[in-house]
């Protein structure tokens, strides 16, 4: 590897997905407060919503999402702020 071409806060991080609960030890300049230990050692944790272990498109699982809820909430903000101009 060269020397001299990565960032000073370039480091291991954790990545740990949401969803799921799994994680990934990725070199990472992101930023964080959170520590966690992943195989005895602690490192800096950045929590992901969705990862490829999360991801229908990877796991091959069909899933939907309940949106219906959001259009909802959507089409009543439209409707209050077109009555009220």
Request: hydrophobic residues 30%.
């Amino acid at each position: 590897m060269k020397k001299d071409i990565h960032p000073a806060d370039y480091r291991q991080v954790l990545f740990e997905d949401m969803s799921s609960g799994a994680q990934f030890l990725v070199g990472s300049t992101i930023r964080t407060t959170e520590t966690a230990t992943f195989e005895g050692k602690e490192y800096p944790k950045y929590v992901i919503e969705i990862s490829s272990k999360s991801h229908p498109f990877y796991t091959g699982e069909d899933r939907s999402l309940d949106k219906t809820g959001r259009v909802e909430r959507f089409k009543q903000r439209a409707a209050s702020a077109k009555a009220g101009k």
